[in-house]
Protein backbone atom coordinates (compact mmCIF):
# COMPACT_ATOMS: atom_id res chain seq x y z
CA UNK A 1 0.00 0.00 0.00
CA UNK A 2 1.28 3.43 -0.76
CA UNK A 3 0.63 6.79 0.80
CA UNK A 4 1.17 9.88 -1.44
CA UNK A 5 0.90 13.97 -0.41
CA UNK A 6 2.23 16.89 -2.33
CA UNK A 7 5.99 18.15 -2.65
CA UNK A 8 5.25 21.14 -0.16
CA UNK A 9 3.54 18.84 2.25
CA UNK A 10 0.11 21.36 1.23
CA UNK A 11 -2.15 18.29 0.11
CA UNK A 12 -1.27 16.35 3.12
CA UNK A 13 -5.20 17.87 4.28
CA UNK A 14 -6.13 14.28 2.15
CA UNK A 15 -3.96 11.58 2.54
CA UNK A 16 -4.38 9.13 -0.69
CA UNK A 17 -3.67 5.26 -0.10
CA UNK A 18 -3.71 3.40 -2.86
CA UNK A 19 -4.02 -1.17 -3.18
CA UNK A 20 -4.87 -2.47 -6.40
CA UNK A 21 -7.87 -1.55 -7.82
CA UNK A 22 -8.77 0.65 -4.79
CA UNK A 23 -8.11 4.26 -3.78
CA UNK A 24 -8.72 5.11 0.00
CA UNK A 25 -8.79 9.16 0.66
CA UNK A 26 -8.30 10.02 4.30
CA UNK A 27 -9.66 13.51 6.21
CA UNK A 28 -6.76 14.79 8.04
CA UNK A 29 -7.58 17.55 10.00
CA UNK A 30 -8.27 15.92 13.01
CA UNK A 31 -7.38 18.36 15.60
CA UNK A 32 -10.14 20.35 13.68
CA UNK A 33 -12.36 17.48 13.56
CA UNK A 34 -11.72 17.14 10.05
CA UNK A 35 -13.60 20.02 8.74
CA UNK A 36 -13.29 20.95 5.16
CA UNK A 37 -11.22 23.93 4.51
CA UNK A 38 -10.68 26.25 1.64
CA UNK A 39 -7.88 28.82 1.56
CA UNK A 40 -10.06 32.33 2.24
CA UNK A 41 -6.93 34.02 1.37
CA UNK A 42 -6.61 32.76 -2.05
CA UNK A 43 -10.45 33.21 -2.75
CA UNK A 44 -10.31 37.17 -1.67
CA UNK A 45 -7.87 37.24 -4.51
CA UNK A 46 -9.63 35.10 -6.72
CA UNK A 47 -12.70 36.70 -6.10
CA UNK A 48 -10.90 40.24 -7.16
CA UNK A 49 -9.12 39.45 -9.91
CA UNK A 50 -12.33 37.70 -11.49
CA UNK A 51 -13.24 33.97 -11.65
CA UNK A 52 -12.28 33.13 -15.46
CA UNK A 53 -8.78 34.69 -14.85
CA UNK A 54 -8.33 32.98 -11.44
CA UNK A 55 -9.37 29.43 -13.11
CA UNK A 56 -6.46 29.94 -15.95
CA UNK A 57 -3.91 31.50 -12.42
CA UNK A 58 -4.40 28.35 -11.02
CA UNK A 59 -3.90 26.23 -14.22
CA UNK A 60 -0.68 27.99 -14.76
CA UNK A 61 0.71 27.54 -11.37
CA UNK A 62 -0.15 23.78 -11.29
CA UNK A 63 1.94 23.75 -15.15
CA UNK A 64 4.98 25.37 -13.50
CA UNK A 65 4.62 23.97 -10.01
CA UNK A 66 3.17 20.29 -10.40
CA UNK A 67 1.22 21.10 -7.81
CA UNK A 68 -2.27 21.66 -7.51
CA UNK A 69 -3.83 24.87 -5.41
CA UNK A 70 -4.70 22.73 -2.61
CA UNK A 71 -7.19 22.84 0.06
CA UNK A 72 -9.48 19.75 1.15
CA UNK A 73 -12.64 20.63 -0.88
CA UNK A 74 -10.11 20.97 -4.35
CA UNK A 75 -8.24 18.15 -3.34
CA UNK A 76 -10.82 15.64 -2.94
CA UNK A 77 -13.14 17.08 -5.81
CA UNK A 78 -9.38 16.63 -7.93
CA UNK A 79 -8.87 13.09 -6.89
CA UNK A 80 -13.34 12.02 -7.47
CA UNK A 81 -12.39 13.27 -11.14
CA UNK A 82 -9.13 11.78 -12.00
CA UNK A 83 -10.02 7.91 -10.36
CA UNK A 84 -13.40 8.31 -12.52
CA UNK A 85 -11.61 8.82 -15.59
CA UNK A 86 -8.83 6.02 -14.54
CA UNK A 87 -10.30 2.59 -15.51
CA UNK A 88 -8.01 0.93 -13.06
CA UNK A 89 -9.88 2.21 -10.16
CA UNK A 90 -13.13 0.80 -9.32
CA UNK A 91 -13.85 1.61 -5.38
CA UNK A 92 -12.85 4.85 -3.53
CA UNK A 93 -12.84 4.94 -0.10
CA UNK A 94 -13.52 7.69 2.48
CA UNK A 95 -12.26 8.46 5.91
CA UNK A 96 -11.39 10.77 8.33
CA UNK A 97 -8.29 10.47 10.98
CA UNK A 98 -9.17 10.59 14.30
CA UNK A 99 -12.32 10.96 16.55
CA UNK A 100 -14.44 12.34 13.48
CA UNK A 101 -14.87 11.81 9.59
CA UNK A 102 -15.84 15.33 8.84
CA UNK A 103 -17.17 17.86 11.60
CA UNK A 104 -18.51 20.18 8.27
CA UNK A 105 -17.16 23.27 6.30
CA UNK A 106 -15.21 25.80 8.01
CA UNK A 107 -17.56 28.12 8.50
CA UNK A 108 -16.12 30.19 10.77
CA UNK A 109 -13.62 31.22 8.12
CA UNK A 110 -16.05 32.05 5.44
CA UNK A 111 -17.77 34.34 8.24
CA UNK A 112 -14.42 36.06 9.14
CA UNK A 113 -14.93 36.90 5.53
CA UNK A 114 -18.23 38.21 5.27
CA UNK A 115 -17.43 40.39 8.05
CA UNK A 116 -14.22 42.30 6.11
CA UNK A 117 -16.46 42.63 3.30
CA UNK A 118 -15.95 39.64 0.69
CA UNK A 119 -18.97 37.50 1.05
CA UNK A 120 -18.19 36.19 -2.72
CA UNK A 121 -14.91 34.08 -1.52
CA UNK A 122 -17.99 32.10 0.69
CA UNK A 123 -19.75 32.00 -2.91
CA UNK A 124 -16.55 30.31 -4.35
CA UNK A 125 -16.24 28.00 -1.22
CA UNK A 126 -19.98 26.28 -1.68
CA UNK A 127 -19.88 26.04 -5.46
CA UNK A 128 -16.98 23.93 -4.55
CA UNK A 129 -18.54 22.19 -1.96
CA UNK A 130 -21.88 21.62 -3.94
CA UNK A 131 -19.73 20.30 -7.13
CA UNK A 132 -18.54 17.78 -5.16
CA UNK A 133 -21.71 16.68 -3.76
CA UNK A 134 -22.77 16.45 -7.07
CA UNK A 135 -20.50 14.37 -8.31
CA UNK A 136 -20.47 12.34 -5.37
CA UNK A 137 -24.20 11.31 -5.85
CA UNK A 138 -24.20 10.43 -9.49
CA UNK A 139 -20.51 8.81 -9.53
CA UNK A 140 -19.45 6.25 -11.53
CA UNK A 141 -17.56 4.25 -9.04
CA UNK A 142 -18.87 2.55 -5.25
CA UNK A 143 -17.72 5.14 -2.80
CA UNK A 144 -17.91 3.52 1.07
CA UNK A 145 -17.73 5.93 3.68
CA UNK A 146 -16.61 4.74 6.95
CA UNK A 147 -18.58 7.17 9.55
CA UNK A 148 -16.57 6.12 12.79
CA UNK A 149 -16.97 9.49 14.52
CA UNK A 150 -18.45 12.91 14.11
CA UNK A 151 -20.71 13.45 10.74
CA UNK A 152 -21.82 16.62 10.80
CA UNK A 153 -22.96 19.00 8.06
CA UNK A 154 -20.46 19.10 5.33
CA UNK A 155 -19.25 15.75 6.29
CA UNK A 156 -22.73 14.86 5.51
CA UNK A 157 -22.24 15.83 1.93
CA UNK A 158 -19.39 14.09 1.39
CA UNK A 159 -20.89 11.04 2.75
CA UNK A 160 -24.60 10.33 2.13
CA UNK A 161 -24.59 10.93 -1.32
CA UNK A 162 -22.55 7.89 -2.16
CA UNK A 163 -23.13 4.14 -2.52
CA UNK A 164 -22.35 3.16 0.85
CA UNK A 165 -22.39 4.69 4.87
CA UNK A 166 -20.46 2.65 7.21
CA UNK A 167 -21.52 3.77 10.75
CA UNK A 168 -20.11 2.40 13.89
CA UNK A 169 -20.80 2.62 17.44
CA UNK A 170 -18.81 5.82 17.56
CA UNK A 171 -21.08 7.85 14.92
CA UNK A 172 -22.52 10.98 15.45
CA UNK A 173 -24.75 12.60 12.44
CA UNK A 174 -26.74 16.05 12.69
CA UNK A 175 -27.14 18.55 10.54
CA UNK A 176 -27.04 21.49 12.95
CA UNK A 177 -27.09 24.44 10.36
CA UNK A 178 -30.30 26.18 11.74
CA UNK A 179 -29.08 26.63 15.19
CA UNK A 180 -26.39 28.73 13.54
CA UNK A 181 -28.60 31.54 11.30
CA UNK A 182 -27.94 28.44 8.13
CA UNK A 183 -29.98 26.11 6.55
CA UNK A 184 -28.91 22.17 5.80
CA UNK A 185 -27.45 22.55 2.56
CA UNK A 186 -25.04 20.60 0.72
CA UNK A 187 -28.14 18.80 -0.76
CA UNK A 188 -29.99 18.10 2.33
CA UNK A 189 -33.28 18.78 1.31
CA UNK A 190 -32.75 15.98 -1.29
CA UNK A 191 -31.47 12.96 1.13
CA UNK A 192 -33.09 14.53 4.43
CA UNK A 193 -36.57 14.78 2.56
CA UNK A 194 -36.75 10.68 1.36
CA UNK A 195 -36.15 9.35 4.99
CA UNK A 196 -39.31 7.64 6.10
CA UNK A 197 -42.32 9.68 7.24
CA UNK A 198 -41.36 13.51 8.23
CA UNK A 199 -37.93 12.41 10.31
CA UNK A 200 -36.14 14.38 7.92
CA UNK A 201 -38.12 17.98 8.60
CA UNK A 202 -37.06 16.80 12.19
CA UNK A 203 -33.32 16.66 11.85
CA UNK A 204 -33.71 19.54 9.25
CA UNK A 205 -35.16 21.74 12.09
CA UNK A 206 -34.08 21.07 15.45
CA UNK A 207 -30.32 19.77 14.63
CA UNK A 208 -30.59 16.67 16.47
CA UNK A 209 -27.69 13.72 16.62
CA UNK A 210 -28.34 10.31 15.69
CA UNK A 211 -26.05 7.92 16.74
CA UNK A 212 -24.88 4.80 14.34
CA UNK A 213 -27.92 2.67 14.92
CA UNK A 214 -30.26 5.31 14.28
CA UNK A 215 -28.78 6.55 11.09
CA UNK A 216 -28.76 2.50 10.32
CA UNK A 217 -32.94 2.67 11.37
CA UNK A 218 -33.75 5.76 8.98
CA UNK A 219 -31.43 5.34 6.33
CA UNK A 220 -28.79 7.38 6.51
CA UNK A 221 -26.21 4.35 6.94
CA UNK A 222 -25.98 1.38 4.48
CA UNK A 223 -24.66 -0.70 7.03
CA UNK A 224 -23.65 -0.53 10.74
CA UNK A 225 -20.14 -2.25 11.61
CA UNK A 226 -18.51 -2.54 15.12
CA UNK A 227 -15.25 -0.09 15.26
CA UNK A 228 -13.14 -3.53 15.87
CA UNK A 229 -14.29 -4.69 12.64
CA UNK A 230 -12.95 -1.79 10.74
CA UNK A 231 -9.61 -3.09 10.10
CA UNK A 232 -10.91 -6.28 8.53
CA UNK A 233 -13.12 -4.93 6.56
CA UNK A 234 -11.11 -2.46 5.42
CA UNK A 235 -8.85 -5.28 4.68
CA UNK A 236 -11.32 -6.93 2.49
CA UNK A 237 -12.45 -3.71 0.78
CA UNK A 238 -8.41 -3.72 -0.55
CA UNK A 239 -8.67 -6.86 -2.31
CA UNK A 240 -11.80 -5.91 -4.11
CA UNK A 241 -11.68 -5.98 -8.39
CA UNK A 242 -14.72 -5.14 -9.39
CA UNK A 243 -17.80 -1.71 -9.65
CA UNK A 244 -20.17 -4.11 -8.77
CA UNK A 245 -22.34 -2.67 -5.80
CA UNK A 246 -23.77 -5.93 -5.16
CA UNK A 247 -20.50 -7.65 -4.47
CA UNK A 248 -19.29 -4.90 -2.47
CA UNK A 249 -22.26 -4.86 -0.51
CA UNK A 250 -22.70 -8.69 0.26
CA UNK A 251 -18.44 -7.85 1.40
CA UNK A 252 -19.40 -5.17 3.86
CA UNK A 253 -22.17 -7.12 5.09
CA UNK A 254 -20.02 -9.82 6.54
CA UNK A 255 -18.62 -7.47 8.84
CA UNK A 256 -21.88 -5.64 9.53
CA UNK A 257 -24.35 -6.27 12.73
CA UNK A 258 -27.55 -5.41 13.55
CA UNK A 259 -28.10 -2.68 16.53
CA UNK A 260 -30.56 -2.36 19.09
CA UNK A 261 -31.73 1.15 19.28
CA UNK A 262 -31.97 2.72 22.53
CA UNK A 263 -35.05 3.25 24.53
CA UNK A 264 -34.85 6.90 23.84
CA UNK A 265 -34.00 7.26 20.03
CA UNK A 266 -36.07 9.37 18.79
CA UNK A 267 -36.53 7.19 16.08
CA UNK A 268 -39.42 5.65 18.43
CA UNK A 269 -41.62 8.54 17.99
CA UNK A 270 -41.84 8.14 14.74
CA UNK A 271 -44.77 8.60 14.89
CA UNK A 272 -45.13 11.80 17.00
CA UNK A 273 -42.79 12.89 14.49
CA UNK A 274 -45.15 12.44 11.57
CA UNK A 275 -47.66 14.22 13.44
CA UNK A 276 -45.79 17.09 14.71
CA UNK A 277 -43.33 17.65 11.95
CA UNK A 278 -46.10 17.19 8.61
CA UNK A 279 -47.76 20.53 9.38
CA UNK A 280 -47.99 23.09 6.86
CA UNK A 281 -45.76 25.93 8.46
CA UNK A 282 -42.99 26.24 11.36
CA UNK A 283 -45.39 27.69 13.49
CA UNK A 284 -47.96 24.61 12.85
CA UNK A 285 -44.86 22.50 13.70
CA UNK A 286 -44.18 24.03 17.20
CA UNK A 287 -47.90 24.46 18.01
CA UNK A 288 -48.41 20.76 17.48
CA UNK A 289 -45.23 19.83 19.87
CA UNK A 290 -46.60 21.92 22.58
CA UNK A 291 -49.68 20.44 22.60
CA UNK A 292 -47.99 16.90 22.65
CA UNK A 293 -46.15 18.19 25.94
CA UNK A 294 -49.54 19.00 27.71
CA UNK A 295 -50.74 15.12 26.91
CA UNK A 296 -47.74 13.62 27.62
CA UNK A 297 -44.16 14.13 29.88
CA UNK A 298 -41.80 13.49 27.44
CA UNK A 299 -38.10 14.83 27.43
CA UNK A 300 -37.43 14.52 24.35
CA UNK A 301 -40.55 16.29 23.15
CA UNK A 302 -39.32 19.31 25.20
CA UNK A 303 -35.68 19.10 23.83
CA UNK A 304 -37.66 19.36 20.42
CA UNK A 305 -39.27 22.47 21.65
CA UNK A 306 -36.38 24.27 23.27
CA UNK A 307 -34.19 23.32 20.03
CA UNK A 308 -36.97 25.13 17.83
CA UNK A 309 -37.13 28.14 19.99
CA UNK A 310 -33.62 28.11 20.27
CA UNK A 311 -33.23 28.36 16.45
CA UNK A 312 -32.83 31.44 13.94
CA UNK A 313 -36.58 31.82 12.62
CA UNK A 314 -35.24 32.76 9.74
CA UNK A 315 -32.98 29.80 9.21
CA UNK A 316 -36.62 27.64 10.36
CA UNK A 317 -38.73 29.05 7.70
CA UNK A 318 -36.08 28.48 5.18
CA UNK A 319 -35.03 25.38 5.81
CA UNK A 320 -38.71 23.82 5.92
CA UNK A 321 -39.54 25.42 2.41
CA UNK A 322 -36.59 24.00 1.31
CA UNK A 323 -36.71 20.25 2.52
CA UNK A 324 -40.42 20.49 1.52
CA UNK A 325 -39.28 21.69 -2.16
CA UNK A 326 -36.72 18.66 -2.09
CA UNK A 327 -39.22 16.06 -2.03
CA UNK A 328 -40.23 17.15 -5.56
CA UNK A 329 -36.59 17.57 -6.86
CA UNK A 330 -33.58 15.69 -7.89
CA UNK A 331 -30.24 16.21 -6.28
CA UNK A 332 -28.97 18.56 -8.98
CA UNK A 333 -32.06 20.88 -8.63
CA UNK A 334 -31.37 20.45 -4.68
CA UNK A 335 -28.12 21.86 -4.94
CA UNK A 336 -28.62 24.63 -7.62
CA UNK A 337 -31.51 25.98 -5.42
CA UNK A 338 -29.19 25.85 -1.97
CA UNK A 339 -26.41 27.68 -3.84
CA UNK A 340 -29.12 30.52 -4.26
CA UNK A 341 -30.18 29.78 -0.72
CA UNK A 342 -26.39 30.17 0.63
CA UNK A 343 -25.60 32.80 -1.34
CA UNK A 344 -28.45 35.22 0.21
CA UNK A 345 -27.54 34.39 3.75
CA UNK A 346 -24.06 35.33 2.69
CA UNK A 347 -25.16 38.38 1.68
CA UNK A 348 -27.30 39.54 4.76
CA UNK A 349 -29.47 41.90 3.02
CA UNK A 350 -33.04 40.04 4.57
CA UNK A 351 -31.49 38.71 8.02
CA UNK A 352 -27.66 38.27 9.34
CA UNK A 353 -28.21 35.98 11.12
CA UNK A 354 -25.28 33.19 9.59
CA UNK A 355 -22.73 35.79 11.15
CA UNK A 356 -24.42 36.28 14.42
CA UNK A 357 -25.10 32.32 14.71
CA UNK A 358 -21.35 32.23 14.46
CA UNK A 359 -20.60 34.78 16.13
CA UNK A 360 -22.29 33.23 19.02
CA UNK A 361 -21.64 29.79 18.96
CA UNK A 362 -18.26 28.79 17.29
CA UNK A 363 -16.35 32.60 17.54
CA UNK A 364 -17.55 34.42 21.10
CA UNK A 365 -19.34 31.24 22.14
CA UNK A 366 -21.49 32.72 24.50
CA UNK A 367 -23.93 30.55 23.07
CA UNK A 368 -26.55 33.62 23.23
CA UNK A 369 -27.59 34.55 19.33
CA UNK A 370 -29.59 37.90 19.17
CA UNK A 371 -31.85 36.60 15.83
CA UNK A 372 -33.21 39.48 13.52
CA UNK A 373 -35.80 39.10 13.10
CA UNK A 374 -36.46 38.01 16.34
CA UNK A 375 -39.65 35.93 16.21
CA UNK A 376 -41.32 33.52 13.68
CA UNK A 377 -44.28 35.49 13.05
CA UNK A 378 -41.88 38.53 12.20
CA UNK A 379 -40.16 36.75 9.09
CA UNK A 380 -42.77 37.08 6.53
CA UNK A 381 -43.54 35.17 3.50
CA UNK A 382 -41.80 37.69 0.83
CA UNK A 383 -38.51 37.62 2.96
CA UNK A 384 -38.44 33.51 2.18
CA UNK A 385 -39.44 34.22 -1.10
CA UNK A 386 -36.27 36.34 -1.72
CA UNK A 387 -34.36 33.46 -0.75
CA UNK A 388 -35.28 31.54 -3.08
CA UNK A 389 -34.61 33.69 -6.21
CA UNK A 390 -31.90 34.92 -7.94
CA UNK A 391 -29.40 36.93 -6.39
CA UNK A 392 -29.08 40.78 -8.11
CA UNK A 393 -25.88 41.05 -8.51
CA UNK A 394 -23.91 41.37 -12.08
CA UNK A 395 -20.81 38.92 -11.00
CA UNK A 396 -23.58 36.58 -9.37
CA UNK A 397 -24.49 33.16 -11.86
CA UNK A 398 -26.29 30.05 -10.76
CA UNK A 399 -24.88 27.23 -9.97
CA UNK A 400 -23.82 25.23 -12.83
CA UNK A 401 -22.87 21.57 -12.24
CA UNK A 402 -21.10 19.47 -14.57
CA UNK A 403 -22.84 17.46 -17.10
CA UNK A 404 -22.51 13.61 -16.10
CA UNK A 405 -22.82 10.59 -18.53
CA UNK A 406 -22.62 6.70 -18.27
CA UNK A 407 -24.32 6.84 -14.90
CA UNK A 408 -24.98 3.32 -13.26
CA UNK A 409 -28.74 3.14 -12.49
CA UNK A 410 -27.98 3.85 -8.60
CA UNK A 411 -26.99 7.44 -10.03
CA UNK A 412 -29.61 8.12 -12.59
CA UNK A 413 -32.41 7.32 -9.88
CA UNK A 414 -30.95 10.66 -8.29
CA UNK A 415 -31.41 12.77 -11.24
Request: glycine content about 6%; some cysteine; aromatic content about 10%.
Amino acid sequence: MASFSSRDGQEDQVLVEEKSFVRALILNRPKQLNALSYDMCWMGFFCYIGRQFAVSLLRLFKLITGVAFCEMIARLLELFLVYEKDSNVKLVILKGKGRAFCAGGDVATVVRDINNGNWKSGEIFFRKEFTLNYLMATYSRPQVSILNGIVMGGGAGCSIHGSFRVATENSVFAMPETALGLFPDIGASYFLSRLPGHFGEYLDLTGARLDGAEMLACGLATHFVPSAKLPSLEAALYAVDSRDQAIISAIIREYSELPILKEQSAYHRLDVINRCFSRRTVEDILSALEREATNKVDDWILASIQSLKKASPTSLKISLRSIREGRLQGVGQCLVREYRMVCHVMRGQVSKDFVEGCRALLLDKDKNPKWEPPRLELVTDKMVESYFSKVDDEDWEDLKLPPRSNLPASAFAKL
